[in-house]
């Protein structure tokens, strides 16, 4: 093979094919291509400015540049791997169409400094996407939740029956946990958008340049303060990987739920025939197929942010090869994120709330146990106490196979004399949620606070899209 134009000065040969092969990047940071012309547009007209270049060469670059881009998004663009990556994809490019000029586009830059900020700007872009996606979800629970906050399911601890709950409730604890990973992509945004620009290689540059200007060009807010810092630094892919990893986790919670209340036994929900496949050789299946993929790809998230972590563990300053290796894991980390995000969406729009069975599970495991150990409390007891005689109401109602409303007011007078005949309308499941209006907790007023909060911020989250 030739030596490669751009670094091949003091080579006799090129490197071996499968070599070549080895260290090429090109078969997948071509994706950057938007983000590296979009970088290197502004690094041109910098350099005009600062009268690095002459303004006829900055308006020449400019305008090659926009053509290769026009190229690439028609398809014409004849991709090269021997040209390593995709930066020296465009430049040679850029050189073909307005000639020797192209080759001033990398004074005072280096591709350790383009590619951060090439980079940079590709997972920006990206993380907008996760918010625009995850506002999309939330938006999708809340929706959902508008419709549920008078019906109630048994909420556990220990996957064991504990209280009852509204089923917006339920949901709405899912739009917060997704309400969160939208700010930490605002603040992760923030590291994102830092521009290295300026760094060149690793020390700095001679030439005069404005790295800010060019930060302010693309839309970053600040520039790097330590050149080697800046071409080494990968803790903005990191951490969109970790909040990534944090989505993921979220999803997958989401759906070892509606993978059990699909399951019969619980029969809470019935998924849409779209988002569930049958069984080959077992004709009543109905299988969550969607959820389980989306858990299990939660594992091809938290690999990729353990597989960077490790990349970058023991590496000295400042660029070293290795940092190439950023891309495919976060690619992919990014591509799961923005499919799962989607396609969760779709299967809560379709899912269909079996509310009756979820309000006679209710009626299963002493759900209104706590209402009772309250109500005599409310009656002077203390609540060890009010608890232990509730305990012997439990062990008296499951001796007889019945509910503890079911017991006679005999048998609760028989307990401890102070019950009355009040209890009854405590002991019911949609008075226990009813009674819960602390801050957070599942009441309606309290639920209907929750919704009018989540609206207000998806109004405000659309508007600043659209700014
Ligand atoms: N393709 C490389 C990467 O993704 C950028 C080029 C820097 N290469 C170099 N030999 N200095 O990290």
């Not at 850029?94 to 700007?121: C, M």
């Not at 339920?170 to 309400?179: D, E, G, S, T, V």
């Not at 799961?336 to 269909?352: F, I, Q, R």
Request: glycine content about 8%; proline content about 4%; aromatic content about 6%.
């Amino acid at each position: 093979m030739k030596t490669n134009a751009s670094w091949g000065g003091r080579f006799s040969e090129g490197p071996k094919e499968a070599v070549a092969a080895y260290t090429e990047s090109e078969s997948y940071d071509r994706n950057l291509a938007p983000q590296d012309i979009r970088a290197s547009k502004a690094h041109a007209r910098m350099l005009a400015r600062q009268g690095v270049i002459s303004a006829e060469d900055g308006a020449t670059l400019v305008e090659g540049l926009d053509a290769v881009a026009r190229e690439i998004e028609e398809g014409r663009f004849v991709w090269k791997p021997e040209l390593e990556d995709v930066h020296m994809n465009i430049e040679a490019r850029l050189t073909e169409l307005v000639g020797d000029v192209g080759k001033r586009l990398h004074t005072g830059r280096s591709r350790n400094d383009q590619v951060g900020l090439t980079y940079r700007l590709f997972v920006s872009d990206a993380l907008v996407e996760w918010q625009r996606l995850l506002a999309a979800l939330i938006a999708r629970l809340v929706h959902r939740a508008e419709d549920h906050a008078e019906h109630i399911l048994p909420g556990c601890t220990h996957l064991q029956p504990a209280q009852p709950v509204s089923l917006a409730h339920h949901l709405l604890a899912y739009a917060w946990m997704l309400r969160r990973d939208h700010a930490r992509l605002t603040d992760t945004l923030k590291r994102v958008r830092v521009s290295p620009l300026g760094a060149a290689a690793l020390a700095g540059t001679t030439y005069p340049l404005d790295p800010q200007s060019v930060a302010r060009e693309v839309g970053f807010g600040d520039i790097y303060p330590n050149s080697m810092d800046a071409v080494s630094d990968r803790d903005f892919v990191l951490e969109a990987l970790f909040d990534g990893s944090l989505i993921m986790t979220h999803l997958s919670r989401l759906c070892e739920e509606l993978i059990l209340w699909a399951n019969p036994n619980f029969g809470f929900i019935r998924l849409s025939d779209g988002y569930s496949t049958g069984s080959s050789i077992m004709p009543q299946k109905k299988n969550p197929d969607v959820a389980e993929l989306m858990r299990g790809r939660t594992g091809r998230v938290n690999g990729a942010l353990v597989g960077l972590l490790t990349v970058v563990k023991g590496l000295p300053l400042a660029y070293n090869r290795d940092l190439q290796e950023d891309k495919e894991g976060f690619m992919d980390a990014s591509h799961t994120v923005m499919t799962s995000l989607n396609v969760m969406e779709g299967m809560l729009a379709e899912v269909t709330f079996n509310t009756d069975r979820m309000e006679e599970a209710c009626r299963r495991g002493f759900l209104n146990a706590t209402e009772m150990a309250d109500y005599l409390v409310g009656k002077g007891i203390p609540f060890r106490e009010a608890h232990h005689i509730t305990g012997h109401a439990v062990a008296l109602a499951e001796q007889r196979s019945v509910t503890l409303e079911d017991l006679s007011l005999e048998d609760l007078k028989s307990l401890d004399a102070r019950i009355d005949k009040d209890i009854y309308a405590v002991l019911d499941c949609h008075a226990a949620v009813r009674r819960r209006e602390t801050p957070g907790g599942t009441g309606p007023k309290s639920v209907a606070r929750q919704l009018a909060m989540l609206k207000t911020w998806l109004d405000e989250a659309q508007s600043s899209r659209q700014a």
